[in-house]
């Protein structure tokens, strides 16, 4: 089924997936809940990559400091990875967006566009996979596992990833030939 421009169904299933994506890990990257206190402790907490949160007041890290250096690398690898992850997608959902308003104004389809999203995509989805890797890892095993948890922001940014990824998968067929 086509709609206007013959633009498909795929098409825009995954320029919705993408943009979708994208905003879910936007809103996880720049949240502070990327590990939580655990409910059963007395105090309340949560840290992101670029703030934590103690007590309903957030700082920034200390870095310089014995304690905050020890996970200083870790935390920029994160910081840098999900920046990484952000832009791909944004490159991703803009050319996806770019080559369905050029078929709905009736221009011929270049297949640069799909091809241009697709990698953005899967990008996209790797460096998201590395910073969720790295925090799991290294960042949230030595915040002692039975203090933390995952936190919301963290699970938003791995959906945000997988929508990513399967919105460049689904919309790279669409326009993978030049009709």
Do not use: Q
């Amino acid at each position: 089924m086509a709609l206007p421009g013959g633009v498909g169904v795929p098409a825009l299933v995954g320029l919705i997936l993408i943009g979708v994506g994208t905003l879910l890990h936007t809103v996880g990257l720049t949240t502070p809940a990327w590990s939580v206190i655990k409910s059963s402790f007395k105090t309340s907490g949560s840290y992101g990559l670029w703030k934590y949160c103690e007590l309903g007041s957030c700082f920034d890290y200390p870095f310089g400091t014995a304690v905050a250096d020890v996970f200083e690398d870790c935390i920029k690898t994160c910081e840098a990875f999900a920046i990484l992850g952000m832009l791909a997608s944004v490159l991703g959902l803009a050319t996806a967006a770019i080559s369905v308003v050029l078929r709905v104004r009736g221009k011929p389809n270049n297949p640069l566009f799909g091809a241009i999203s697709f990698a953005g995509c899967i990008a996209s989805f790797v460096f998201i996979m590395i910073c969720i890797s790295v925090w799991s890892a290294k960042v949230n095993s030595e915040f002692v596992s039975l203090i933390f948890d995952i936190g919301y922001s963290f699970i938003l940014s791995t959906i945000g990833g997988i929508f990513i990824c399967v919105g460049g998968v689904t919309f790279r067929p669409a326009y993978s030939s030049n009709s």
